[in-house]
């Protein structure tokens, strides 16, 4: 017994030695990942600059729709917001984030909620951080000083509990770089449609028109979510005044105009070019474009010259010389066919999502987005609307970009992501170059009032007050009961989701059909509709609405890949 006892006492000390050992082991492997982890946190890191700006108060006017902050101030103008922005690059981050702070907010959790549903495990959802990290690692080395400058000040300006994964500084320079972000997913999430058209003199001593330019961006936060659309103004000390259409907390143009008249607009494009690390968001060099350019051929060059880090389609107008072209752009600059003009001697020009010119033809990612979303519906739809634009006027703009059917006049049904007028618009922007006045669609979508803007005055500071512009009045169909129904589907499908979700089938499709009577053509119903009677184990009819999905949402690579597969899974 003594013997059996000692014995199973070494035992003992032999395994509480054992354990011992892999808790050094593990505790060390620990601190050494800590390390790790915390030494390439630092090294990915984007800091801010540490800047010295003159606080100023808040000062609310009687009726609570302005807000002043020193020489700035946000107005809300019926549903626009409307931002002035003066003084230095840190005057104008300043003002910014104190001003804009609610609304980036708003912004800001819609695409967290966005990318936590994107990303279900917190596994992969750390992994894509990490990624992201390193690839934008140093990013803001190749912003210009000013650009740094304001960004830093608004990022300390924003109101922050440091809880985020990235700091406010961080998360603001990966705003900037939207497009290049949105190209990391293989589904499309921001479309664009824009067109600039000049009437011709004629023989008969008739004039040359107006440069009129329209626009929409839609950027895909769901039927749910309306961004607050925000003008701001800019009047940066040593430069041109400028307007930019776009959403709080973007510091780059996507949509604007200067005070010389300059036009430009940006549509993201994908090509089999690797993204650049050192170099700029289009949106930015967009920004310097305004800022500094007098002459449609300084904005080309300026465009030319940037190194940026994804492709784009720009149109630049030029309301003085009447003039507009298309300038599709790859990433690499000094390159013969990395930068593209279209358009110049022509009387209309358009773009979507996808680039036309020869030495674009076979790269795959723009074939890509030209056959497999809607930008090439769009663009052939946007052919047959200008091929004879005759005396051009900006209701006539307003007309195209509320175009709700398809190629040959075809009826396409609300909500059809071919159609110009899909009611997913995040902007939608009408512009005479010539005279100076902007249009910026209320919302929803573009069928809400297009408020004007007497750009003479607000930019060139001509005359005392604004001129008393016409403005562009709601589409009828805001109003109508096929509006309601299509709203009224919206809430339906809602429901049937969340019956599904339930285990209570049966409802769910009584709920959804009703949304199918009301409005047939949105592509997310038929794809509910299909998981619906996959689920009830009616595999026929589950195909005919996953087809009909595929047909009416294009450019959702990932879910179409999940439903092709599953459609296989059926019996093809």
């Keep these: 017994m003594p013997r059996l006892y000692h014995s199973q006492e070494r035992e003992a000390r032999s395994v509480f030695a054992l354990f011992r050992v892999l808790a050094i082991v593990g505790g060390t492997f620990a601190v050494l990942l800590a390390l790790l982890y915390s030494g390439y946190v630092?090294?990915?890191?984007?800091?801010?600059?540490?800047?010295?700006?003159?606080?100023?108060?808040?000062?609310v006017d009687e009726t609570g729709r302005q807000v002043s902050y020193g020489r700035s101030w946000l107005a809300r103008r019926g549903g626009l917001w409307v931002l002035h922005l003066e003084g230095s690059p840190e005057e104008i981050g300043d003002a910014h984030g104190r001003l804009a702070g609610r609304l980036f907010r708003n912004i800001d959790r819609r695409v967290d909620a966005t990318l936590d549903g994107r990303y279900r495990g917190v596994i992969e959802s750390w992994a894509e951080l990490m990624l992201l990290r390193w690839d934008y690692r140093g990013a803001d080395a190749a912003l210009p000083s000013?650009?740094?400058?304001?960004?830093?000040?608004?990022?300390?300006?924003l109101p922050s509990d440091d809880t985020g994964e990235l700091e406010?500084?961080?998360?603001?320079?990966?705003?900037?770089?939207?497009?290049?972000?949105?190209q990391r997913l293989q589904d499309v999430f921001i479309e664009g449609s824009m067109f600039a058209v000049t009437p011709r003199a004629s023989a008969s001593g008739v004039e040359a028109g107006n440069l009129i330019v329209g626009r929409t961006l839609s950027v895909d936060f769901g039927p749910d979510f309306e961004v607050d659309r925000t003008v701001s103004f800019y009047y940066p000390d040593g430069k041109y005044p400028f307007v930019s259409v776009g959403w709080a907390g973007l510091i780059g143009v996507v949509t604007g105009i200067n005070a010389r008249g300059i036009v430009v607009a940006a549509n993201p494009a994908r090509t089999d070019d690797p993204r650049e690390a050192n170099a700029l968001p289009l949106p930015l060099v967009l920004r310097t474009v305004l800022e500094e350019a007098d002459t449609l051929e300084q904005a080309v060059e300026i465009i030319e010259e940037a190194e940026l880090r994804t492709a784009g389609v720009v149109l630049i107008g030029d309301g003085v010389q009447r003039k507009a072209v298309i300038l599709e752009a790859g990433p690499r600059a000094g390159t013969e066919d990395a930068r593209v003009l279209r358009g110049d001697d022509e009387q209309a020009v358009w773009a979507t999502d996808h680039m036309i010119r020869e030495v674009f033809e076979a790269d795959a990612h723009n074939?890509?987005?030209?056959?497999?979303?809607?930008?090439?519906?769009?663009f052939d739809r946007l052919g047959e609307l200008l091929a004879s634009p005759g005396n051009f006027?900006?209701?006539?703009?307003?007309?195209?970009?509320?175009?709700?059917?398809?190629?040959?006049?075809?009826?396409l049904g609300l909500g059809n992501r071919n159609a110009l007028e899909n009611l997913h618009t995040t902007s939608s922007v009408v512009i005479d170059a010539t005279s100076m006045v902007l249009w910026v669609a209320e919302g929803p979508s573009t069928l809400g009032r297009y408020r004007a803007f007497d750009l003479r005055h607000l930019l060139a500071r001509q005359g005392k007050r604004p001129a008393a512009l016409a403005e562009f009045s709601a589409d009828r169909l805001l109003y109508s009961e096929e509006y309601?129904?299509?709203?009224?589907?919206?809430?339906?499908?809602d429901y049937a989701r969340e019956l599904l979700g339930l285990g209570r089938p049966r409802e769910a499709l009584a709920a959804a059909k009703v949304a199918l009577a009301l409005a047939p053509?949105?592509?997310?119903?038929?794809?509910?509709?299909?998981?619906?009677?996959?689920?009830?184990?009616?595999?026929?009819?589950?195909?005919?609405?996953?087809?009909?999905?595929?047909?009416?949402v294009p450019g959702r690579q990932r879910d179409q890949e999940r439903v092709k597969g599953i459609i296989e899974e059926l019996g093809g």
């Design 42 to 59: 630092g090294y990915t890191d984007l800091d801010p600059l540490e800047l010295d700006v003159r606080e100023h108060d808040l000062e």
């Design 393 to 411: 006027q900006p209701e006539d703009a307003v007309a195209i970009l509320r175009d709700r059917r398809g190629l040959d006049n075809v009826e």
């Design 146 to 157: 000013p650009a740094r400058h304001e960004l830093s000040a608004l990022a300390a300006a």
């Design 367 to 378: 074939e890509r987005i030209r056959r497999t979303t809607s930008s090439g519906y769009r």
């Design 521 to 552: 053509d949105v592509g997310e119903l038929h794809r509910l509709l299909g998981d619906i009677e996959r689920e009830l184990d009616d595999p026929d009819e589950a195909k005919v609405h996953y087809r009909r999905y595929l047909e009416l």
């Design 484 to 493: 309601r129904d299509y709203e009224e589907a919206l809430e339906g499908i």
């Design 168 to 182: 406010p500084y961080h998360r603001l320079l990966l705003y900037q770089c939207f497009f290049d972000l949105t």
